[in-house]
């Protein structure tokens, strides 16, 4: 255990005590509500796949492990709330109490993040493959296997948590001595100088270049599954107006049968509701990805801003700003699956009665 004692004066934060706690609970009741959502939602999808087989195709291993990393981000994202009540409206010799939310940072916030991060690049390669079945349809089963699908789930969890442990090592918590308190222990949160460099260097590469990727291939891949989506209706509807067209010859005119049929650029309702339910969950995705960058960019605006800064409080703040649409981005999942997917709501609908007993 570290103790050190701190003496050297630092600027002024931004935020002032009192509006830090005003808008962090503004935004931490909200975030509670939201993890237990995510908990519930996310469990239940695990049940669902699970019992349709977790192994039975490449599509259900993906969103098992997405949701298997939406679960974990919701589940570390608990204790944040809590530890903040905790730390400052119980009044407690404890120092795990009086100290709860720092110990909670690199705990379970950082974990986290690289859950959130994980469940990014996993819903990229989700998008990825269904822009393949769809546009080489014939050439699927050569180029989407299970035993690749597998392969690239486990190098996407594997690469983001080797990513992350340089900076876990690099920023651990030391506790000093508050004179203001007789002395008593207080943790801080600490960055080594690498520690500093390697916060710097995650936040451009990860926080804004790497998101910024994501976000290009989720966009061009639902871009090029919705035109296909969109060129495949047409061409069957202009096959069934032909099919139409020589059925009718034979009882009426041509002319009077045209009038009829359906245009070969018309999409079917079915389609419609499917080009409409994809584009609203990429729009939902995409503009959560895009608020993910603030807190990344606020470091190049704000001095100081950082775990261990003296701006930590407004730090603070655009992080669970950000945590808000995570846990979000994270629960909302199950309601997709249940009212888009027949394979999905049968199987929810199968274990219902066992979830009640």
């Not at 050190?4 to 931490?28: A, C, F, K, R």
């Not at 981000?73 to 809590?82: I, S």
């Not at 605006?301 to 700003?321: C, R, W």
């Not at 950000?322 to 274990?351: E, G, H, M, P």
Request: charge should be positive; include cysteine.
């Amino acid at each position: 255990m570290y103790v050190i004692n701190i003496t050297d004066s630092v600027p002024g934060p931004i935020l002032t005590s009192d509006t830090y706690e005003i808008l962090m609970l503004v935004q931490l009741v909200p975030l509670f509500l939201i993890s237990l959502l995510g908990v519930v939602t996310n469990v239940i999808n695990i049940l669902v796949f699970t019992k349709q087989g977790v192994t039975s195709d490449s599509t259900t291993l993906s969103l098992f492990a997405l949701t298997l990393s939406d679960l974990l981000a919701c589940v570390f994202m608990l204790p944040h709330p809590l530890c903040f009540v905790l730390q400052r409206f119980v009044v407690s010799r404890e120092l795990l109490i009086r100290n709860c939310l720092v110990l909670s940072t690199m705990s379970a916030t950082y974990p986290h993040i690289l859950c959130t991060q994980i469940a990014c690049w996993i819903t990229v390669y989700i998008s990825v493959e269904r822009a393949v079945s769809v546009l080489f349809p014939l050439q699927v089963k050569l180029l989407i296997k299970y035993k690749n699908t597998a392969a690239v789930l486990m190098f996407i969890y594997g690469a983001e948590i080797v990513g992350h442990v340089p900076y876990l090592v690099n920023s651990p918590i030391l506790w000093i001595r508050d004179a203001s308190k007789n002395d008593t222990l207080m943790a801080i949160n600490y960055q080594t100088p690498l520690g500093v460099s390697l916060y710097a260097y995650s936040n451009l590469i990860e926080s804004n270049i790497l998101i910024t990727v994501a976000m290009l291939i989720i966009t061009g891949s639902t871009l090029a599954t919705l035109e296909r989506i969109r060129t495949s209706s047409a061409w069957r509807n202009t096959m069934r107006s032909n099919v139409k067209l020589s059925k009718a010859q034979s009882l009426q005119s041509t002319a009077e049968i045209k009038s009829e049929i359906v245009g070969p650029d018309k999409i079917t309702t079915k389609d419609k509701e499917t080009v409409k339910m994809v584009a609203s969950v990429t729009c939902c995705l995409l503009v959560c990805l895009a608020c993910f960058q603030i807190p990344g960019l606020a470091m190049y605006a704000i001095p100081e801003f950082s775990l261990a800064g003296y701006n930590k409080d407004i730090f603070q703040v655009f992080y669970t700003f950000k945590f808000i649409l995570d846990t979000l981005s994270a629960s909302i999942n199950f309601f997709f699956y249940v009212n888009q997917s027949s394979r999905f709501r049968k199987t929810y609908n199968s274990i219902i009665p066992q979830l009640k007993r």
